[in-house]
């Protein structure tokens, strides 16, 4: 995922994955960097819906997995 101005000063980020249904498959507490790499293999192919939030600030985007 591409971070670039989400996470400012080292802050620490909370990233979620939720699957199609809105059900939460990954969370995640990561320090504010440019990137990061999320490990997907283990998930079903679907879609997904990404949220990583700092305080009130959320960003969102969605990927498709597929097998």
């Known amino acids: ?6 996470g400012h000063n080292g802050a620490q ?3 979620s994955v939720l ?3 809105g059900r939460l498959v990954i969370q ?3 320090e504010g ?8 293999s283990g998930l079903a192919a679907n879609v997904y819906q990404v949220r ?4 009130d ?3 969102q985007t969605r990927f ?3 097998d």
């Open 28 to 30: 995640r507490t990561i």
């Open 64 to 66: 498709v997995k597929v």
């Open 13 to 15: 980020l909370e990233l």
């Open 1 to 6: 995922l591409d971070l670039t101005g989400v």
């Open 33 to 40: 960097v440019d990137s990061y790499e999320l490990e997907v």
């Open 52 to 55: 990583v939030s700092q305080g």
């Open 19 to 21: 699957d199609v249904d």
């Open 57 to 59: 600030r959320v960003y």
